[in-house]
């Protein structure tokens, strides 16, 4: 049995005031910062072990490692990647079996976006399970939808998918993707036993509501 979660509390009642300027800055200047050391040896290593001809899944912020090994499991013909920047997270891997077609790695995800976009990786899919909410108004630039490497996610194209339990935190990154000229689908997520990640199962557990926002990334 899960403990009860609590839900997301912001004094934030809608989009942000400031989603559509800062968006656009930001699809305007290219973020432009240096990788540090340890996600360059990330990038390489993920880059020599990234089979040829397989298409690429994206797991960000991972955790466990559990979300990516049932994304595996699902797609068999997918090479996923599960990506988070804790090395305990990562360590806990729990009962499930490691199938062969995925890779864990610790990285930080806004070099790694930078350094794949860089080199024109294209993913086919890219999951973002439950990212931190940031429900302060002053923290929308740690969203996603808001940092200045949005533009760097863009790139990447391929079918993006976020699950999240904030009803603003879906509505802000579907409208992102819109000025991006995106088109987005947000909807309640309402199957109630196909969990993907654990933060899902105890979200809904906990008497949640859950968001699914997808959108296919054109370039």
């Not at 559509?20 to 990330?42: D, E, G, N, Q």
């Not at 790694?112 to 860089?118: P, R, S």
């Amino acid at each position: 049995m899960h403990p009860l979660s609590r839900t997301v509390t912001s004094s934030q009642t809608g989009c942000h005031d400031n989603l559509t300027k800062i968006v656009t800055k930001h699809l305007a200047h290219p973020f432009r910062r240096p990788a540090s050391s340890h996600s360059l040896a990330a990038f390489e290593q993920l880059s020599s072990k990234r089979p040829a001809g397989m298409p690429l899944m994206f797991d960000s912020g991972c955790g466990t490692g559990d979300s990516t090994r049932r994304l595996a499991q699902k797609f068999p013909n997918h090479f996923v990647i599960g990506v988070d920047r804790s090395v305990a997270r990562l360590g806990r891997q729990g009962t499930m079996v490691e199938p062969d077609n995925m890779m864990l790695i610790r990285a930080d995800l806004i070099d790694l976006y930078g350094l794949m976009a860089q080199a024109g990786w294209q993913l086919d899919r890219h999951f973002l399970f439950y990212p931190n909410p940031s429900p302060k108004p002053a923290h929308l630039k740690r969203r996603w939808h808001g940092s200045p490497i949005w533009p760097a996610i863009l790139s990447l194209g391929g079918q993006i998918e976020l699950r999240t339990n904030w009803h603003i935190y879906a509505s802000e990154f579907a409208a992102a993707l819109e000025i991006a000229g995106h088109q987005a689908t947000l909807l309640p997520l309402t199957n109630a036993t196909d969990f993907v990640s654990p933060f899902e199962k105890k979200y809904k557990q906990s008497g949640h509501r859950l968001w699914q926002v997808t959108a296919a990334l054109t370039n």
